[in-house]
C-alpha cells in the first residue's frame, strides 16, 4: 500500500539520486575528456616525434622519406593502439585516427593477412591472397620485424590509386596499415625546418604544439605564432615540474598559460621539448551539455516516477475508501481489527457502533435517493466530529464504526459535538431527518476484552439506542 509517507520519501531518495548521478556524471564527464585530451596528445607527440626523426633525413631521398613518414605514421598509430587496445575494433576511432595523422585510411591487420579493423569497414575481410596489390605485403607474414610500403597503385578492393604502409605492432599481434591517395603525395611538401614542420601540423580549436630546445627550452617552432622564438618559461610552461626524461614518457599538467588555465602535455624526445597546450574550457567544453541532458532525461524519469506514484496512492486509496462519503470501508476496518487482535489495546480507546434510525422508511417512502443522502450526511457528519480523535468507518449500508483514542470527558465532549453537528445538518434539510443510533464501550472498562468482545458490547449499546429511539418516537421499524 501507497502512503503520503512512501511519495514523500521517494521524492527526497529520486531528489538524492539525481544529486548523486549529476555528481557522478560531471567527474565520469571530466575524467573523460582529461582521457581524450591525453590521447590526442599522444597522437600528436607520436607523430611530432616521428616527423622530428624525418628531419636528418636527406633529400635525395625524399621520395624514401615519403614512404618512411607514412611507415612512422602507421607506428605512431601502432603507439596509440598500444595504449588504447580497443581502439582496433572502433571503426570511428580508426577513422579520427586516420584524420589526425593525415592519412585517407587505416587498416588492421591480423597475422593470416586478413583485414579485421580499421577506419573502413567495407574493407573488413579482405586477405593478402586477395590480389596482386595486397598480396605484396605477403612477406610481412613470415618476418614481424620487416615494414614495407608499397608505391602508388590501384588498390584491391575498388581500383582507385593509393600508396599503403604497413606495420607490425610492437607486440607483434597484428599489422597497422595506413593509406594515402596520390593527391595527398602530390601536395606535400617535405622540409627539415621545425618551424616550418609544426604549422604545418593539424591543430583543432584550443589547441597548441610547441618544440622547443630540451637544453634552454627556446621554442623551436609552434603552431602559436606569438611564441615562437621565445622560451617555455616565458609562457609560464616551468619544465622543473615534468620529471623524467623518458622518451616514451608523456606527462601532464594544468598550466596557465595567457591566463587561460590549459592541459599541458610534455615529451621529452631527444633533444627536443613535445609540448601539446590543450585549453581546459575547450576540453571540457561537453560537460555543461552532457550534465544539461542528464538532467532532462532524470527530470522526466522523475516526473513519471510521481505520475505513477501518485496513481498507485491513488488507486491504494481508493481500494481503502468508501466511494459514497470519503470514509474508510470496510477493508479498512478489517486489517486495523486484525491488527489489534496480534497486539495490545490502548488502556484509552473507545469502539464506537453507529446505525441510521429510520433509512428504510426513507427509501421507501422518499426514494433511495433521500437515503444515499442520509448516508452521506452521516458521513459528514462522523467525519467532521471524528476523523483528528481516530479512525471512522463505513462498514455496511447505513452501519459506521469508529476506533477512538480519547479519555471520558473527551468521550462525552465528542459525542455531544456529534449530536450538534447532526442537529446543524437536520436544519439544512426541508423533508428529512437524520437521526443516528450509538453504542460505545470503552477498553478501560473491559480491560480483559478483545476488539471483537469491544466492538460487540458497542452493537449492544447501539442497538439499545436504536430501541429508544422507536420507543421514544413511536415508530414501527417494520411498517412505513
Known sequence: MITK??????????????????????????????DRAMTTARVLIGQVEKILDNNDTSERYIANSLKEDYLQRANAISIVLKYNPGGTKDSHFMA???????????????????IVGGSHPQYYGLNFEDGTQIGYFKPMLSNRTLSLCQDVT?????????????????????????????????????TTEIAEVVKNMPAFEGMGIVIADAESDRIMGSTIEEMDGKTLQDFGIHTARYVGGNEDE??????????????????????????????????????????????????????????VLRRMFTFSENSRRDPMTGLLNRRSYDQMIQKYLDNPLDDEMVALSLDLNGLKEANDVLG???????????????????????RVFRVGGDEFTCILWMNREEQEKALQELRERIDRWNQDQEQVMLAVAVGTARHDDYPDDTIDALFRRADQGMYEDKRLYYQQTGKDRRKR
Request: with cysteine.
Open 250 to 307: 608523456i606527462i601532464s599538467h594544468i598550466e596557465e598559460v595567457n591566463g587561460l588555465d590549459v592541459y599541458c602535455n610534455m615529451s621529452l624526445y631527444e633533444r627536443y621539448r613535445i609540448v601539446i597546450l590543450q585549453d581546459y574550457k575547450v576540453v571540457q567544453d561537453n560537460v555543461k551539455n552532457s550534465l544539461l541532458v542528464l538532467f532532462v532525461y532524470l527530470a522526466i524519469a522523475a516526473v513519471i516516477i510521481n505520475r
Open 5 to 34: 509517507y512512501d511519495r514523500r520519501m521517494v521524492a527526497i531518495l529520486t531528489m538524492i539520486a539525481m544529486v548523486v548521478l549529476m555528481g557522478l556524471q560531471y567527474f565520469i564527464q571530466v575524467s573523460a575528456n582529461e
Open 368 to 390: 433511495h435517493e433521500v437515503g444515499d443522502l442520509l448516508i452521506r450526511g452521516a458521513g459528514e457528519c462522523l467525519s467532521e466530529v471524528f476523523t483528528e480523535r481516530g
Open 154 to 190: 590501384p588498390n584491391t578492393a575498388e581500383g582507385k590509386p593509393m600508396m599503403y604502409a604497413i606495420v607490425w605492432n610492437p607486440d607483434g599481434t597484428y599489422m597497422v596499415q595506413v593509406g594515402v591517395q596520390p593527391v595527398r603525395l602530390l601536395n606535400y611538401l617535405y
Open 96 to 114: 579520427y585516427m586516420a584524420e589526425v595523422m593525415g592519412v585517407d585510411e587505416v587498416h588492421i591487420i591480423d597475422d593470416t593477412g586478413t
